[in-house]
């Protein structure tokens, strides 16, 4: 039996209401997670809320939800799920184009294998965790097949007929560029109080949000190419991103090497910006 979740999204959008369930692997942790595609083909993840404090439920009238986790439906840019699988293609042949039929197929994706006590803590039975993912279906997604030029070199055979190989400068072009959206986002920066060390903090917490998406290779390279090191004494558990989780898995976004207590960040504000945010392939 599936449980029942309240979930909050965008007041203006009003492209929720028809909403399908897609099962992809989590770009970060290789998970099966949901997510969800509306009827024009826009892509949607869940996102969870957590922090300290009692376990709570939400009352509707005349309805009780058990669960009272505070969760978020918001867009989600269909290159985050792409590039992984690109990846792993890239890796098996580096030299090969190959058609989206060869790239987006269940051998280029690596499940996590996870526990059963798992799953049962997450409330997820066997059989919904072994259902077939979805990702040929990112393929139908509207604009997808030309957004990929940000991260592939593109050839075409025919008219009808184009391979793809990932070229990765040109993704790691994307992502820096995703990075630096973040960072002169006048409510993102908002999150931050002045500091002498404000703007590497506002880009520490930039690569932050992006690696809810980026497996550690990437948020490597990226924060090498913006010349960011981490911080010490940076609270990560105070951290913005740090509250959002995806609805599955229940990981933690950052492996912290220390977590002390900072007040001088706005969660709230930094929540407003990721609900309200609209992601692109540019």
Not at 245 to 256: M, N, Q
Not at 259 to 279: F, G, M, P, S, W
Request: glycine residues 2%; charged residues 30%.
């Amino acid at each position: 039996m599936k449980s029942q979740i309240i979930a909050f999204t965008n007041k203006l959008d009003t492209d929720v209401d028809y909403l399908t369930e897609l099962y992809l692997p989590c770009p970060r942790s290789n998970r099966r997670s949901v997510y969800f595609r509306n009827d024009k083909g826009k892509l949607y993840e869940i996102q969870k809320v957590t922090g300290p404090g009692r376990k709570s439920a939400w009352l509707l009238d005349p309805e009780i939800y058990k669960d009272g986790a505070v969760r978020f439906i918001t867009a989600l840019d269909p290159l985050f799920m792409a590039l992984p699988i690109l990846d792993e293609a890239h890796k098996k042949d580096d030299k090969k184009f190959k058609t989206l039929d060869d790239i987006f197929s269940r051998e280029n994706v690596k499940l996590e294998t996870v526990e059963t006590e798992t799953l049962d803590d997450e409330g997820i039975t066997c059989e919904e965790y072994s259902k077939p993912i979805d990702i040929h279906r990112l393929t139908n997604i509207p604009g997808f097949t030309q957004q990929l030029a940000h991260l592939c070199d593109i050839q075409e055979i025919t008219l009808d007929l184009f391979v793809y190989k990932l070229n990765h400068e040109k993704a790691l072009d994307w992502l820096v560029k995703k990075t630096n959206q973040l960072t002169s986002n006048e409510s993102f920066k908002k999150s931050f109080e002045s500091t002498q060390q404000e703007a590497l903090l506002i880009k520490l917490e930039a690569v932050y949000t992006l690696s809810n998406y980026l497996n550690k290779d990437w948020i490597k390279e990226i924060k090498e190419e913006i010349e960011v090191d981490e911080i010490k004494d940076y609270a990560t558990n105070a951290s913005p991103s740090g509250f959002f989780k995806r609805s599955h898995p229940d990981e933690a976004i950052l492996d912290s090497p220390i977590k002390v207590r900072q007040n001088e960040i706005d969660r709230n504000a930094h929540a407003d910006l990721l609900i309200e945010k609209e992601t692109s392939g540019s």
